[in-house]
């Protein structure tokens, strides 16, 4: 990852407005923030340019307004930040997360033949790393 930066709670919901929306204007980053919570313009401006300041945004800033993406991919923050987690609160044991994780929430079929297959997977390539 561009950044070791962990982002706040605030800073991922703006990292998932520009992962889902691609690059954007504040106004239109805020927009979409005001749909769920309530955030003043100015306060989302000082927390993209925060962002901008700890690398977890780009800016460009060539025209009157500044388009700003995200400069951390969402796979690596989300690895990032899941790492973090099995470390601190399952002791190092991504199988507690995993059962808790499918204990607390309804996998539906498909999420579940996801998951069978991404473990069938990773038996293969363990199996191949072995022989």
């Known amino acids: 990852m561009t950044s070791k930066v962990k982002p706040t709670e605030s800073e991922l919901e703006i990292l ?17 923030l005001a749909m769920t919570k309530e955030a003043g313009y100015t306060t989302t401006l000082k927390l993209m340019q925060i ?3 700890k690398k977890l945004l ?7 307004t ?3 993406e995200a400069a951390v991919s969402q796979q690596q923050t989300q690895g990032q930040m899941i790492r973090k987690m099995i470390d601190t609160v399952f002791n190092g044991s991504a199988s507690q997360l ?3 994780a499918l204990g607390s929430h309804k996998a539906s079929k498909e999420e579940l033949d996801e998951i069978r297959a991404y473990l069938e997977g990773m ?3 363990t199996k191949k790393a072995k022989s």
């Open 16 to 32: 998932n407005i520009l992962w889902h929306n691609g690059p954007s204007t504040v106004r239109k980053v805020h927009e979409e």
């Open 66 to 68: 500044h388009v700003f």
């Open 98 to 100: 995993v059962m808790q």
């Open 58 to 64: 780009k800016r460009d800033a060539s025209s009157k």
């Open 123 to 125: 038996e293969k390539k």
């Open 51 to 53: 962002m901008h300041d």
